[in-house]
């Protein structure tokens, strides 16, 4: 009897695994990492330009706590949570364009911190972003 019980909380364990990454694999989309580089001005100096690098799958979720709402009263930009697979780490200040609409995002945490354990069969690993902007005539892509 007791074997029965733990192969069914292994059935129900393996269902609300696989739900959980559906819901993360249905709301990913698709996204380019902003590269920042200075080029010659042909006058002897630099500028910065950023431009569309590498392709990503990641997904956004709104801060709605009561602190993010109280520091955006406040002035702060609007903030999110970047959910991506594991083997992309996205460190603090690397920017996100999302794709459907152009919406540019910087990061605000380590990649390093919040992600789940090898153990693990969820493939998550989430950061804090605020939306963002890049000044036009540096970003030709935008």
Known sequence: MASNVFKQAEEVEKVERYAVMSLYS???ERCVIVDKRTVPDGRGGVVT???DGAPIQAAFSFDTS???RVAEQAGATARYVVTTAKNINLQYHTIVKRLKDGKIFRIT???DDNY???SSS???RQVEAEEWT???QEYPNG
Do not use: F, H, R
Request: proline content about 14%; charged content about 15%; hydrophobic content about 40%.
């Open 109 to 111: 945490s380590d990649g």
């Open 134 to 136: 890049i000044p036009a």
């Open 49 to 51: 330009e950023y431009v």
């Open 116 to 118: 789940t354990p090898p």
């Open 122 to 124: 969820l493939n998550i």
């Open 66 to 68: 009561t602190q993010a």
């Open 26 to 28: 249905e709301a990913m």
